[in-house]
């Protein structure tokens, strides 16, 4: 689980700066197509601790909510890039900084923060008696 947590942080980061130093449509895509793959992997991530917790294994039940979260992440990205006209327009044109903040900026901040604080509140590995000799 801890490797997970490291490539969500990252990926939501990485989205995150993208976002703040880019200026082109290609960069702005790329910021909410990170924002848009680390919040279903934080969701998972903290699924997976919740039935860890809860002594529930259910391979099945991890799965479908991740496609579904998948899903619903990815068709929030493809509607956001719709909004800003990403599929008209050549991707190296530079956009517009209001249309960049007002259309995209909230995506991707919500969607990076939620990932960063789910990966950072949910516990690394469950706890361990190693004293046993």
Same mark, same amino acid.
């Given at each position: 689980?801890?490797?997970?947590?490291?490539?969500?942080?990252? %990926?939501?980061?990485?989205?995150?700066?993208?976002?703040?130093?880019?200026?082109?449509?290609?960069?702005?895509?790329?910021?909410?197509?990170?924002?848009?793959?680390?919040?279903?992997?934080?969701?998972?991530?903290?699924?997976? !601790?919740?039935?860890?917790?809860?002594?529930?294994?259910?391979?099945? %039940?991890? !799965?479908? #909510?991740?496609?579904? %979260?998948?899903?619903?992440?990815?068709?929030?990205?493809?509607?956001?890039?719709?909004?800003?006209?990403?599929?008209?327009?050549? %991707?190296?044109?530079?956009?517009?900084?209001?249309?960049?903040?007002?259309?995209?900026?909230?995506?991707?901040?919500?969607? #990076?923060?939620? #990932?960063?604080?789910?990966?950072?509140?949910?516990? #690394?590995?469950?706890?361990?008696?190693?004293?046993?000799?």
């Amino acid at each position: 689980m801890l490797k997970l947590k490291i490539i969500v942080s990252m %990926l939501a980061v990485a989205g995150m700066t993208i976002f703040i130093l880019g200026d082109t449509y290609l960069t702005t895509g790329l910021s909410v197509a990170c924002a848009a793959v680390a919040l279903p992997m934080s969701i998972h991530l903290a699924f997976k !601790w919740f039935m860890k917790l809860m002594d529930y294994s259910s391979d099945g %039940l991890l !799965w479908l #909510s991740s496609i579904v %979260l998948a899903i619903i992440s990815g068709s929030m990205a493809i509607s956001v890039l719709q909004d800003i006209g990403i599929t008209d327009i050549a %991707l190296s044109a530079a956009i517009d900084p209001v249309q960049k903040v007002a259309g995209v900026g909230q995506y991707i901040s919500i969607a #990076s923060s939620i #990932s960063i604080l789910i990966a950072v509140v949910v516990p #690394s590995s469950p706890m361990r008696d190693d004293d046993e000799d």
